[in-house]
């Protein structure tokens, strides 16, 4: 179907916002959604008018011959303004919604804008609450700002893990001393589980997709034990040991644990239980540090009996077991500490002889340096394009960094800074986590007044950054 614009308005709108933005079909797309509008494929600027060109498929809907006049955006499709509006700058948004009506019923219809959060990876697909305002969470995705997590009744907090939308934070926090674990979210902040107030030495490190199951560990009876929280259930202790990691559903737990006199990485599930991963050519110690969406694909490090002193990050899976992923330039040892959704990009840091370096690692390249700078990586996005970790700087305090492949390693400190975001006294040491969008940060850092301690020494405090894209999606 072809559509002549005369409006001037919109050629000037459409040729400036979209002329370089073809869109196709990606995740969160329903299939018929995906299959009804296959791309914007094509502007031509005539002499007097604008010719918008929207494919369709022929299969969902009957392809129309001819050219059908359209004097404004009223007489277009809701498919055709939610396909433009995927592609509009933030700034753009209001001057369109004051040129249609329609534009601005469909700002309010939330299963449309759950599709969006969807196709954005703000939310996850398939899973639809309508109580829940998709328009306010894709809104916050997309609006940079940066929020001082606090302690409740202490000085020192510490993130470690964030849920798949990026609204509920998990980790560990002192209170009056004492250190718990807690959970945040936007609308209640900081809260200790009450389940474990009683344990000691207690960390949380990993979270499901929707918040609702937290893993860790805790000291009990002198040994550490690995825990399991819901909110329905409270604290299932599960083996010795420490759990880093949890898949989406919340079904598989992954860490490290005591066999026999050796420390293994175990995978945990409700059916099976725990159990060992094979060993990597016999080897003496390992740990699994993260996991993959789905638990199918788990990576961290262990040590290699073939090669003395050798400890190498690894990758495993059901059918290959543990797979050694090597290190750089010869050097003694490397550690995996983050995987993508499917398990295809792992990331983390190896030790080349000379210094730490961050790593990107995939089958098709290998294992790759991020930076020639002292580093580590701890996180990666859904698709491997987003990488987070800290800078070692020698003797100078770390510094978190987000690493792009358009932009390379960049300071979050610095990226906050030039939006005019970031408090006075504060340094951001560590970039611990993200959403798989890419837009929410999570890490700690030090304020230079407010983390001191009685005796005058900094203590970390907990953040979350949201920088986002430069358009909507």
């Given at each position: 179907m072809i559509i002549k614009f005369k409006d001037v308005f919109l050629k000037a709108f459409l040729l400036g916002s979209i002329c370089n933005c073809l869109i196709s079909p990606s995740y969160g797309m329903e299939d018929d959604e995906a299959e009804k509008i296959n791309n914007i494929s094509q502007l031509k600027k005539d002499k007097e008018e604008t010719i918008f060109l929207v494919s369709v498929h022929p299969q969902t809907t009957t392809l129309l011959q001819g050219v059908v006049p359209c004097q404004s955006m009223e007489h277009l499709s809701d498919d055709v303004h939610m396909t433009i509006f995927a592609f509009l700058n933030q700034r753009n948004v209001p001057t369109v919604s004051s040129t249609s009506r329609r534009w601005q019923r469909l700002m309010d219809n939330n299963q449309l804008w759950k599709g969006y959060a969807e196709r954005a990876l703000v939310v996850m697909k398939g899973v639809y609450s309508p109580?829940?305002?998709?328009?306010?969470?894709?809104?916050?995705?997309?609006?940079?700002?940066?929020t001082d997590l606090s302690t409740l009744n202490g000085r020192k907090s510490?993130?470690?893990?964030?849920?798949?939308?990026?609204?509920?934070?998990?980790?560990?926090?002192?209170d009056d001393g004492k250190g718990k674990v807690f959970r945040w979210t936007k609308e209640n902040g900081m809260e200790f589980l009450d389940t474990l107030n009683?344990?000691?030495?207690?960390?949380?490190?990993?979270?499901n997709f929707d918040g609702t199951v937290i893993v860790g560990s805790t000291r009990v009876s002198g040994k550490n034990r690995t825990f399991r929280w819901t909110k329905e259930n409270g604290t299932e202790f599960l083996t010795e040991g420490v759990a880093f990691g949890v898949n989406s559903e919340g079904s598989v737990i992954i860490g490290q644990a005591i066999d026999g006199v050796k420390?293994?990485?175990?995978?945990?599930?409700?059916?099976?239980?725990?159990?060992?991963?094979?060993?990597?050519?016999?080897e003496i110690?390992?740990?699994?540090?993260s996991t993959n969406f789905d638990g199918s694909v788990i990576v961290g490090e262990a040590d290699d009996s073939t090669t003395t002193g050798m400890q190498s990050a690894f990758r495993w899976t059901e059918k290959n077991g543990l797979v050694p992923l090597g290190t750089l330039n010869g050097g003694a040892t490397s550690s995996a500490s983050g995987v993508n959704f499917d398990g295809s990009v792992i990331v983390g840091e190896t030790y080349d002889g000379n210094k730490k370096r961050a790593f990107r690692w995939t089958a098709e390249n290998g294992m790759k340096s991020l930076s020639t700078l002292d580093s580590r990586a701890f996180g990666v996005n859904f698709d491997g394009s987003v990488i987070i970790g800290s800078i070692l700087n020698g003797t100078m305090p770390e510094r978190a960094f987000r690493w792009t492949s358009e932009n390379g390693m960049e300071s979050i400190e610095n990226l906050l800074k030039d939006k005019n975001l970031l408090p006075p006294c504060w340094s951001l040491d560590v970039a611990m986590g993200m959403t798989p969008d890419g837009n929410v940060l999570i890490g700690y850092g030090y304020h230079q007044i407010q983390t001191k301690n009685k005796d005058g020494r900094l203590q970390p405090r907990a953040w979350r950054a949201v920088l986002p894209r430069g358009n909507l999606f």
């Open positions: 109580q829940r305002n998709y328009k306010a969470l894709v809104q916050e995705h997309c609006t940079p700002s940066f510490l993130v470690s893990g964030i849920n798949f939308d990026g609204t509920v934070l998990i980790g560990a926090a002192d009683e344990a000691t030495d207690i960390a949380a490190y990993g979270v420390v293994r990485s175990f995978r945990w599930t409700a059916k099976n239980g725990m159990e060992f991963l094979r060993t990597l050519n016999g110690e390992g740990g699994a540090r």
